[in-house]
């Protein structure tokens, strides 16, 4: 699922992470970073096979959990369970902001997406609710979730 998002309907650029307009590809099931630290690796970011090898290694590049500013290609540090997916909201409501403020009629500047990998136990929280409800109210047509049931969240 995730290397096919990558792979044919992502718009990046790894020679230039932030670019304005690409779409936001957001991990909030931040423990699965290792599956993000090789789509990073295969798509061209600055990360080495090295970089791989030291998954989870103190001051290596590719810590447990995604962290922004750290890895080239991550858009937001995650971890506690529904931040990602809040985060994903306010990076929709952004994109809107952006385009209804600079994109005039025939000259489309602010058009990207905002992807996310949200789990159960993302879901299971308040704040992903509360995020929930805002994207629905606001029609936030230009939000993709992808949904990873791995039933291994404490409150099953």
Request: avoid cysteine; glycine fraction near 12%.
């Amino acid at each position: 699922m995730a290397y096919v998002l990558w792979d044919r309907f992502l718009k990046h650029n790894p020679g230039d992470p932030g670019w304005p307009d690409r779409d936001r590809f957001i991990l909030s099931a931040g423990h699965a970073s290792a599956m993000l630290y090789a789509l990073l690796y295969l798509t061209g970011y600055d990360l080495s096979l090295d970089d791989l090898k030291q998954f989870r290694q103190w001051g290596s590049r590719t810590p447990g959990h995604p962290e922004y500013g750290l890895t080239p290609g991550v858009e937001t540090t995650t971890g506690p369970l529904g931040q990602g997916f809040a985060n994903g909201v306010g990076m929709a409501m952004a994109e809107r902001w952006l385009a209804q403020h600079y994109n005039r009629p025939g000259h489309e500047i602010v058009n990207h997406y905002t992807y996310a990998i949200v789990s159960d136990g993302d879901l299971e929280e308040g704040v992903a609710s509360e995020a929930a409800s805002l994207a629905g109210t606001l029609q936030m047509g230009k939000l993709i979730y992808l949904y990873d049931d791995n039933d291994i969240s404490i409150e099953g």
